[in-house]
């Protein structure tokens, strides 16, 4: 089985408040068990967490080799204050506050760096992204920090503008990278960034009665598109589902994301090797060097 490269442990795919609620005065460890056992019985040994504010992925790394996980954690995700974010992690205003915040997930043992640069996909607006995305100077720095510690960035990024100025920064994958068009897929083809669409977050709210099914519906074919156009040009890409996102449960988010996978491009030898080469990337990149 293929590992899981985008989850939140902190999140339970319903109730992202509830979820969090659970953890607010500690870190309970029941709870990150039972999402760690399904993984385990999922064949999944491999996973990258996204990050959360309060402790759970870093303590999910703790717990996770019981169970043969091999578990990576930014600890927290760090965005501008003022700019989405807050939901997985911890603010700045300044890019030495930046730096320091970095320092001080290396000091918790982040594994890599996760940093937000734009909003999320707008479902009651279709084709925009929530937020005004950080200028490409931020990000260039942000990222050039992030490396000069030593430390591989995890970018949560869409828009055409946003997923750009994060690969011309050099980030180590992009998330999501959702409305982005054929130009910017052969910048991402051209480099060395992997990327992780996330397809599920999509897809399964489809039905689902919070939004408007046609809004989904076209937001899903945009992302088949791009997903075929990234296939051709063979932009490096990995299989994460954002695990813990609103109807998105651990362990049936990433087989539901491969099955996406295999649904738009057909299963094919060529696709699994394809995601395999992926997920070797991130493997290998999404590691601190000691
Ligand atoms: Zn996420």
């Given at each position: 089985m293929f590992g899981e490269c985008h989850a939140h442990l902190?999140?339970?795919?319903?109730?992202y408040k509830k979820a969090v609620e659970l953890h607010r005065d500690g870190v309970k460890d029941g709870i990150i068990r039972k999402h760690l056992k399904t993984y385990q019985g999922l064949g999944v040994t491999f996973v990258r967490d996204g990050g959360d504010a309060l402790g759970v992925s870093k303590r999910a790394k703790k717990l996770a080799g019981e169970y043969g996980i091999d578990y990576r954690t930014p600890i927290f995700a760090i965005h501008k204050n003022g700019h989405y974010g807050a939901i997985v992690g911890r603010g700045f205003d300044s890019m030495k506050e930046y730096h320091g915040l970095v320092l001080e997930a290396s000091a918790e043992g982040a594994d890599f760096i996760k940093i937000m640069t734009t909003g999320l996909m707008d479902f009651d607006n279709h084709g925009n992204v929530t937020g005004t995305p950080l200028p490409k100077e931020e990000v260039q720095e942000m990222v050039h920090i992030a490396h000069e510690e030593g430390m591989a960035v995890m970018s949560h990024t869409n828009g055409v503008y946003g997923v750009a100025a994060a690969v011309e920064a050099g980030v180590d994958s992009v998330e999501?990278?959702?409305?982005?068009?054929e130009t910017v897929i052969s910048m991402l083809a051209d480099s060395e960034t992997v990327w992780v669409p996330t397809l599920v977050t999509v897809r399964n709210l489809l039905g689902c009665g919070r939004y408007e099914d046609t809004v989904i519906r076209s937001i899903m074919e945009n992302g088949e598109k791009n997903l075929r156009l990234a296939f051709e040009k063979r932009v490096k890409v990995a299989l994460g589902s954002d695990a813990g996102a609103y109807m998105v449960p651990h362990g049936d988010g990433i087989m539901n994301e491969y099955q996406a996978f295999l649904t738009i491009l057909g299963a094919t030898h060529e696709v699994n090797e394809w995601l395999k080469e992926g997920e070797v990337r991130i493997r290998k990149k999404f590691r601190r060097e000691l």
């Open positions: 902190i999140m339970d795919g319903l109730n999501h990278g959702n409305y982005m068009d």
